[in-house]
Structure formats: C-alpha cells, structure tokens
Nanobody, 124 residues
Framework: QVQLVESGGGLVQAGDSLRLSCAAS???????MGWFRQAKGKEREFVAA????????HYADSVKGRFTISRDNGKNTLYLQMNSLKPEDTGDYYC??????????????????WGQGTQVTVSS
C-alpha cells in the first residue's frame, strides 16, 4: 500500500503561482507518479507525470510551459510548481502513484493509489 497526502492548495489570483506537494509513505516503490485535477462537474483529467527513477516528465498540453512536476526521492515527495495560473486551472488536484506503467499513460485507470486531493481556486 502507498499512502499519498497532498498539500499546498489555496485561493490565488490569475497570474499567481502555487506549489503543490505530495508526501508518499508505505510501499514507496512506484514506477510513475502523476498529478490529476478535477473541476466541478467535469471528469478527472491528467496534468503531469514523472518517472520516479529517471525523472523524465510528461505534461498535458493545457499546462505545458506553465507547470513543472518534480520529485525528491530522498523525501519521497512529489511536487507540482504551477505558474501563470488561469481561472481554468481551478479544481481539486490529486496526486497518484502507478506501480507500473509509462509516464505517457494519461488515463486515471493507469494509477493504483490516490491522495485525498487539495483544492486550487484561481480567481480572475
């Protein structure tokens, strides 16, 4: 089992930055970790993923150039640096871990473990 706990969400204005963190514990060997988000009334969507071992990354087109995913292997912590935030970035952000699979597998079904989510609200 892997336990994931997100933090760092909040209310910001358009153009501001936020950094989300996800602390992993338990069985921490995973192949890929990612961030998803879900706006009210919409389906959960892929944001970014990172290979835990190699550090290679993959982003949704909507966040490319604005968001950066990273990890600290020693701290078992995943990060999402979000810059130039837009109102359409508003939603609940979830950290997820996949025991196997590629960073290019963007469906939620590819991930085995999920955090409880942290809310991000971007006002215009």
């Amino acid at each position: 089992q892997v336990q994931l706990v997100e933090s760092g969400g909040g209310l910001v204005q358009a153009g501001d930055s936020l950094r989300l963190s996800c602390a992993a514990s338990g069985r921490t060997f995973t192949n890929t970790m990612g961030w998803f988000r879900q706006a009210k009334g919409k389906e959960r969507e892929f944001v970014a993923a990172i290979s835990w071992s190699y550090g290679s990354t993959h982003y949704a087109d909507s966040v490319k150039g604005r968001f950066t995913i990273s990890r600290d292997n020693g701290k078992n912590t995943l990060y999402l640096q979000m810059n130039s935030l837009k109102p359409e970035d508003t939603g609940d952000y979830y950290c997820a871990a996949a025991v196997s699979g590629s960073i290019y597998a963007t469906g939620a079904v590819a991930y085995n473990y999920w955090g409880q989510g942290t809310q991000v609200t971007v006002s215009s």
